[in-house]
């Protein structure tokens, strides 16, 4: 199944960038326009992709082919991409400090072995490392509180 | 020459020495530490080194990748864990001896001869460098495109052994790299209607995302069990036989690495086996190896430090970076306004030169870092993972905002995050990504350019020399690793029917 995912990923991704290109000019040997060099990549990717694909599937009982996804998995990925989006919002509305908090307790709770008063000294720790750093030593605009008015 | 009137006095400042220390020590620290490798390092840092000097930013940035191989070693001897790709040979003699109660000897060993491969890698480097660029001086855009392809498609399909999926990723990356206004034309392409995406992706952004988050998250959860052995500084004392039969072992080694290091491609870990292989075969008695022997870590060390030394041609030289890592730093000398090729070295003789004298400055550090403080670095080896990565994550936000003050750049960090986890999950390399977003545009360029000079004949690019040589090698290289594979595939299939 791997394989077969990994075909179909390269396809979609091949496609995205195929259909505007296409629109861009594509050019002639001698002129080569803006949409040249993309369409061809795209093209490549597709034939590959249908390659890696349809190789994936006659090979889809192996077992290098299994996908292992699973609850666990879904819990790291889902905890520190809701950090991630997260910081990205509140550094903006609420400031460097609230957006730091965020990002370390939350991505915390991706792994079970995670207690609340450890993860808050971190925070506390990382506070003080992004201080150091960002304010003190490389003199960031980014301010540490927004007062909302 | 130019080393010592140029390269010394700018690697000497009290501000260069710091950061030489600060990169090497932090370096050891990334490569002891499980779960975050040197990689991901760089790219995490890549955020600061905008605010700095070029000179200082790469010192820091290059002690961080070397002396993560120095640090590797660390826990594949105290815990056989390779700490990065390079060190996992030195697991092979290096854990047994530390079971037998000689991890101390081992970790000399792996110190010295880590020594010896990068003293030497750094001497290739500053002979070879510059003679390569009075060849590539001359090099016009034909040349130059056939480079960018060989480096590029040996790069994508050497390590990982799959072309297709190297290749698609190579693709990706390259499509990727053609995000913004084209520069020739003025056409905005694939800004998906964002008006952030106009100016192209920052490299930060690639790296981070593909390397860090995706390696951060790839190592929450997993287990790490075996006993962690207690070192002293007392044990590590050497006899002259050990001193001995490490000796030869680290030459050979540093050859071995100093060459593929070299290569596009290639790296330190095909070194450290070629390297293990070697000092197998010339043994007189072959079957102690795996059981504990000085110069199954030996040999390996020193070719993964020389590896990690010579990688640097490619990247000064012609400015191909040939490994993920020299492509990170090679996109921090372009955030500084730095445009790499091989006039760097003839333009900026003072980034060059104060970069091979850093280098020199940095090993000695290690080797002062490695042996005393040794009890410090195993005691890293306890530091929960759980309470590592949500700080990783913290700082690396902050890092990427602070690049343009700009949210959209976190979240399409993230993006990027998602392609690196679902990429290691589904088993496609992602080195190519990094290599043709890098690389890509300076494809673009130097392939139109040859291809206007030709009047658009491409047969008037292959009959070139320099150019066609490099074309047919990529066609070899190709057909090499395909034929490898297909091999490797058969006696596969033959060991399992007689099985």
Request: hydrophobic letters at 55%; one cysteine or more; charged letters at 10%.
């Amino acid at each position: 199944m791997k394989d077969v995912v990994g075909g179909l990923a390269i396809i979609a991704f091949a496609l995205l960038f195929l259909i505007p290109g296409l629109g861009y000019g594509v050019g002639s040997m001698s002129q080569p326009g803006s949409g040249g060099l993309p369409v061809v990549a795209a093209v490549a990717m597709i034939l590959l992709g249908l390659g890696i694909g349809a190789s994936g599937f006659i090979r889809r009982g192996d077992e290098g082919q299994a996908v292992s996804i699973n609850m666990s998995r879904v819990r790291h990925i889902t905890f520190v991409g809701v950090a991630v989006i997260g910081f990205a919002f509140a550094i903006e509305s609420l400031g460097l400090i609230p957006a730091t908090v965020f990002a370390v307790v939350v991505s915390s709770l991706a792994d079970p072995r995670s207690r609340i008063l450890p993860t808050l000294v971190l925070a506390g720790f990382m506070i003080l490392i992004i201080w150091l750093i960002f304010k003190v030593g490389l003199s960031s605009t980014a301010p540490l509180f927004v007062r909302p008015f | 020459m130019e080393f010592f009137t140029i390269g010394l006095p700018a690697a000497l400042t009290i501000e260069a020495l710091l950061y030489c220390l600060a990169g090497v020590a932090l370096g050891t620290f990334i490569g002891v530490l499980p779960g975050l490798g040197p990689l991901a390092a760089v790219s995490l840092l890549l955020p600061v080194t905008v605010y700095l000097d070029p000179l200082l930013a790469l010192i820091m940035l290059a002690g961080i990748y070397y002396g993560a191989e120095y640090g590797g070693a660390i826990v594949s001897i105290l815990l056989n864990m390779p700490g990065t790709p390079g060190n996992a040979i030195t697991c092979l003699d290096g854990y047994p001896m530390a079971k037998r109660g000689e991890a101390g000897k081992a970790l000399f060993t792996a110190a010295i001869s880590s020594f010896i491969g990068g003293a030497i890698g750094i001497l290739v480097l500053q002979f070879l460098a510059p003679s390569i660029v009075t060849v590539a001086l001359s090099f016009g855009a034909a040349e130059y495109f056939a480079a960018i392809v060989f480096s590029l498609v040996a790069a994508s399909t050497i390590t990982d052994g799959s072309v297709a999926k190297g290749l698609a990723m190579l693709g990706a990356g390259i499509l990727i790299g053609t995000i913004g206004t084209d520069p020739y034309t003025g056409v905005i392409r694939y800004s998906f209607g964002q008006f952030e995406l106009m100016d192209g992706v920052t490299i930060a952004l690639v790296a981070l995302g593909l390397f860090a988050i995706g390696e951060v998250v790839m190592a929450i959860g997993v287990k790490r069990d075996g006993k962690i052995f207690a070192v002293k500084l007392r044990d590590m004392y050497p006899s002259r036989k050990d001193m001995k039969s490490l000796f030869w072992p680290s030459i050979r080694g540093s050859a071995w690495g100093s060459f593929f290091g070299a290569l596009p491609g290639v790296g330190p870990a095909i070194a450290t086996i070629t390297s293990y292989a070697t000092e197998k075969n010339i043994a007189k008695n072959p079957e102690e190896f795996g059981t504990g022997r000085i110069e199954g870590v030996a040999g390996p060390e020193a070719a993964n430090n020389a590896a990690a030394q010579t990688a640097f041609i490619p990247m000064l030289s012609l400015g191909i970076p040939g490994s993920a890592t020299t492509a990170v730093m090679l996109g921090a000398l372009i955030m500084n306004g730095i445009i790499p090729g091989p006039r760097l070295i003839v333009n900026e003789p003072e980034l060059f030169w104060g970069l091979v004298a850093s280098f020199w400055i940095g090993n000695v550090l290690l080797l002062v870092l490695n042996l005393p403080l040794i009890g410090v670095w195993a005691s890293i080896l306890r530091i929960p993972y759980h309470l590592l990565f949500p700080g990783i994550i913290a700082i690396m936000c902050v890092g990427v905002y602070s690049i343009h003050n700009s949210s959209f750049e976190v979240l399409l960090v993230l993006l990027f995050g998602l392609i690196g986890y679902f990429g290691r999950l589904l088993a496609l390399p992602l080195t190519p990504l990094l290599l043709g977003f890098l690389l890509g545009p300076m494809l673009e360029e130097n392939l139109r350019r040859a291809l206007i000079l030709a009047g658009g004949d491409f047969g008037r690019i292959a009959v070139r020399p320099i150019a066609g040589s490099l074309l047919v090698l990529t066609v070899v290289c190709l057909i090499a690793v395909v034929g490898l594979g297909l091999m490797r595939k058969r006696s596969n299939a033959r060991a399992e029917q007689a099985a």
